[in-house]
Structures are given as C-alpha cells and as structure tokens.
C-alpha cells in the first residue's frame, strides 16, 4: 500500500495548532484529582486503560456519556462503591465470569447486567485477570511497585514501562496506544514522571487516524485502498497508515510546539465529535452534544471546525469521505 506524510499539509496544520490551549477544566476533571492514594490511582488508569479498545459499543445516553467517558464514569463509580474489581489480589483469585459479572454491572447504564453496553466482555475480563495474576506474584498485588520498577524510565534495557508492560495482553500494542494512554493519565494527575520523554511514542486510535487522512496530512496513494477506506471495508492490519500517522503526530508536535501527549487532547475529540460520521464543516453541527472539543480546548468559538481553513477534506468530498482502516484489534 502507497502511504506517505504530505508534508506541506502538515505544516499548514501546525500553524494552526500553534494557538490551540487545553482548557483547564478538562485537566481539573474528576478522574484526574478524585480523592485516593497513589496506588489507588494507579490502579484505577492501568486497568481502565487496558480494556480502553473498541468502545463504539459503550454508552448511557441518560447521562449523554459515550465511549472514554463512560469508562471513566464506570471506574469512579467503582472507586465509590470500594468495588473488588479495583483490588488486584481479590481480582487474581476470581474467575473469567466473576469478572465479566463485575464489568456487565458496572457498564449498564441501569445496573442490569443484560444491559451492558460494553462489548467483547470475555476478552477484557481475561486482560484484567492477565494483569491482575502477574501483578500479585510479581509485585506484591501493587500497580505502584509495578510502575516504580522502571524508575521513570520507558525504555531502559528491558526495564522500561514499554519494555515491562508490553508482555501484558491488554498492553501488548507494538505502537503502545494504551501503555502512553496510561501514562498521560498518570502524568496529567501527577503520581507519574517520566525521565526519557524523547522515547515518547505518539496516542493513535481510529478517531486520530481518520481525522489525518481526511485533513491530507497522511496521503493514500492506492486508489483500490481509498475504496476499502471510505466504504469501511474490514482489512487485516491498519499498517502502513497507523504508522504514517504516528510520525505524523510527532512532525505536527515539533512544528507547532505543543507537547507530544498534548496533541491527543486535540485530534481525538476531532474525530469523535466535529470529524464524525457527519462533519461539522457541511453540516455545521457537531457528532457530540457539548462538543468533545470545546471541553478539551480552550475556544473563543466554535461555529466551524478548528482545521476547517487548511483541511484538504473540508473542500475535497472525495478526502472528506475517508474513514480509518476498519480492523479488528484490541491495540485501541
């Protein structure tokens, strides 16, 4: 498959970007100052980022919360309610179907675990368990001992939390979406700092994907390929594009200043809300009601998409109509 960056186009985007500011209130929120010790803490970001894969499934239109979320809604209602789900030492004695009870309850919008809304129960079950079993005979039943293991490091002569953590199911990404997820949470609320921030591997899930091909900075020369993309065709592997836009990511940090991390609080709301199904640049509505965006970002205004002015899509219906390779993964 013919994959290449167009590098003028991101270019054009970084110049934008340059402005961009994360709202305050987003990095305030709930999930990232809840009253609890580190540990606590930690284990409430790795294991909700471990089954953090495919959420298209997830949501409780009651509370108007879909996807991310309600993961994090879920697990504070989990942190409240002293839930053994967040204990790994009782987690590691239980079965896959104690397991999958607790995450069916904890997702259904009404408690009824018929009505859960998360889906592929079964395979997240056994990632909490897979973590939960190591963590007891490794570290003591402690995420904390865990992550200190790696003193800061990501990448230290097998001893970096990409190194350790990839033998984990749930983390076992090559790119190392949910392990850099995790981190950020950790970061943003403080009870993590990494020293080699340069080995940084950028976030990319299907949302920041689609927002980058449709924007022109990741081009698609295949012409057979641009069918299977803007019909959603199921493909085996999302390769080259995922990792053309991971260098993508890291090109739009460098030139428009804004850190690596930072970039994920703004394409993932890109493509969940404003760059959806339906496009705020034709329809002038956003997918999300409050806009994912305006929460992440400080915006005077938001009447039309943040990169509507340099978007190639914006204007192209034939870019407009990309969608993200379509496969099937638990890597995001």
């Given at each position: 498959m013919g994959v290449r960056l167009n590098h003028?186009?991101?270019?054009n985007v970084a110049s934008v970007l340059k402005g961009a500011t994360i709202n305050p209130d987003?990095?305030?929120r709930e999930f990232l100052h809840f009253n609890a010790d580190r540990e606590t803490k930690l284990r409430v970001y790795f294991l909700s980022a471990a089954i953090c894969h495919q959420t298209r499934t997830l949501?409780?239109?009651?509370?108007?919360?879909?996807?991310?979320?309600?993961?994090?809604?879920?697990?504070l209602q989990l942190l409240?309610?002293?839930?053994?789900?967040?204990?790994?030492?009782?987690?590691?004695?239980?079965s896959n179907q104690d397991v999958e009870g607790l995450l069916k309850q904890t997702f259904s919008p009404d408690g009824n675990p018929?009505?859960?809304t998360l889906d592929r129960i079964e395979e997240r079950s056994?990632?909490?368990l897979d973590i939960c079993r190591i963590v007891k005979a490794r570290y003591g039943s402690r995420i904390s001992t865990l992550i200190d293991n790696a003193n800061g490091f990501l990448v230290n002569n097998g001893k970096g939390l990409y190194e350790i953590l990839s033998a984990f199911m749930g983390?076992?990404?090559?790119?190392?979406?949910?392990?850099?997820?995790?981190?950020?949470?950790?970061?943003?609320?403080?009870?993590?700092n990494i020293k080699d921030t340069e080995n940084l591997i950028p976030i990319m899930d299907y949302h920041m994907q689609r927002v980058l091909l449709r924007t022109g900075c990741v081009v698609v020369d295949d012409p057979d390929e641009m069918i299977k993309l803007r019909a959603k065709t199921p493909v085996l592997t999302d390769e080259p594009i995922r990792g053309k836009c991971i260098a993508a990511l890291r090109l739009l940090s460098k030139k428009s200043?804004?850190?690596?991390?930072?970039?994920?609080?703004?394409?993932?709301?890109?493509?969940?809300?404003?760059?959806?199904?339906?496009?705020?640049?034709?329809?002038?509505?956003?997918?999300?009601?409050?806009c994912t965006l305006t929460q992440t970002l400080s915006l005077k205004t938001h009447e039309k998409c943040l990169l509507q002015e340099v978007c190639i899509g914006s204007l192209d219906e034939s870019v407009r109509s990309l969608y993200e390779p379509f496969v099937e993964t638990h890597y995001y």
């Open positions: 003028t186009q991101i270019d987003f990095l305030g949501q409780h239109p009651e509370l108007n919360l879909y996807g991310w979320e309600y993961m994090e809604y879920g697990f409240h309610q002293k839930n053994p789900l967040l204990n790994p030492g009782y987690l590691s004695i239980c018929e009505n859960c056994l990632m909490l983390f076992s990404d090559p790119q190392k979406k949910k392990i850099t997820f995790f981190i950020k949470l950790a970061m943003d609320a403080g009870v993590i200043g804004l850190e690596l991390l930072s970039l994920n609080d703004i394409f993932w709301p890109l493509g969940r809300s404003c760059c959806h199904e339906t496009t705020l640049c034709t329809t002038g509505t956003c997918a999300k009601t409050p």
